[in-house]
DNA sequence: GTCTATATAGTGATAGAC
DNA sequence: GTCTATCACTATATAGAC
């Protein structure tokens, strides 16, 4: 209903670029309004408090993240294919939103109240349990039909997970390192791709 | 030659701590001397800064990783084995050093001019990439000889590098999220390293 | 070496003019 | 809606007493 001005729109993409880049403390709402181009106070005449601000875009980001999971298992394909598609489809998305493992997890780690509200969230919404749930059957289907090799479902999740995001939290330093240009970068990322579906693959290999 | 007083002590382990587990910016000369039983003017007594503080301590736990790198490769195993043997010495230095790789990364991705710092030490200290030639080697040597499948060194170590860290980068998350006593926690880490040796060892398979 | 007191600068946030 | 001015607060850092 409250239709965003330029203005507002404006701040919100300062705001997303620095805290993402330089995490909540390292970001000032002086600096957010420099960046976009107008006076501090209006950065507190919108969204009242910096915290404020941060969390709109914070949850907006973890929605999407949390969105990107919910994509289901496309269908014609066995499991082997479906997996190598799906870990495709979440690898491109973080891709596209580079920063964002980062700036999650920083946020997560250093502030305890965050984490808190974030866990609070995880465990009180029948939703996360569900989409996992549904993950492990499969699995465990897969394993008894004798498939993929036993292996347990969190071990997986969290194999996909720490060859994805690493990626990209490494990334900046990576980058800097051995002096990549986007091509360069593009190429990195394509490599690490394939080898993230290599490795899972050959792990589940039976 | 400048032997530490037990204040001038304190107030590094006080430092370390709150850094390891805040982070730089969260962290105040207040806080550490509040931490360290003394006050506030001391810290800046004995290191001026808190930029130097926090170098000190970032050096030398930088330094410690890195020695943790220079153990070479015991002797009268297969190549195999003998991987197996550094994963699992890497993995337990880092799970001694829980929140090492969080702070480290945390710092080298928020603030640009350590991150700048960080590289060129990489780039300009030949004892880094004589390392890795050393490792490199190993790993080619191994290839052509059939023993193991064919693959990048640097992907090879990406891989267990992300594996690693991303337990422990995670685990503030991942105890708070499950409720993990002292005791759970340290089963989960030993089922995540048992894993990660299997992953990996999959993957090298010819 | 350790303290109190304070200088200086920056922060988030609000009041009020236009 | 956007600005200037300003407040209250906290931070780092230093001066100076003991």
Redesign the interface.
């Known amino acids: 209903m409250n239709r965003n001005t330029p203005k507002e729109e404006l701040i919100l993409q300062a705001a997303e670029a620095l805290f993402l ?3 909540y ?2 970001t000032s709402t002086t600096e957010i309004a420099r960046k976009a181009g107008c006076n501090q106070a209006l950065v507190h005449y919108y969204f009242r408090t910096k915290e404020n601000l941060f969390q709109q875009i914070f949850i907006k980001k973890l929605m999407s993240l949390f969105a990107e999971f919910m994509k289901t298992r496309p269908a014609g394909m066995d499991f082997t294919e479906s997996l190598r598609e799906r870990m495709g489809m979440y690898f491109d998305f973080i891709e596209a939103n580079k920063q964002l493992p ?1 700036m999650v ?2 946020e ?4 305890s109240e965050r ?2 509200a ?2 609070e969230e ?2 009180t919404n029948p939703m996360y349990m569900q989409l996992y749930r549904q993950f492990d059957n499969e699995i465990r289907q897969e394993v008894v039909a004798g498939h993929i090799c036993p292996i ?1 479902t969190a ?1 997986l999740y ?2 996909i ?3 994805t ?3 990209f ?2 990334l ?2 990576y980058r ?2 051995f002096q990549l240009d986007s091509e360069a970068e593009r190429q990195y990322i394509r ?2 791709k394939e ?1 993230l579906t ?2 899972i693959l ?2 589940l ?1 039976p």
């Open positions: 880049t330089k995490g403390t390292n980062f997890i920083n997560l780690v250093t502030n984490r808190q974030f866990c995880l465990r347990d071990d969290m194999d997970f720490s060859l995001i690493c990626t939290i490494t900046p330093i800097l390192l490599r690490r080898e290599t490795t050959k792990r290999r």
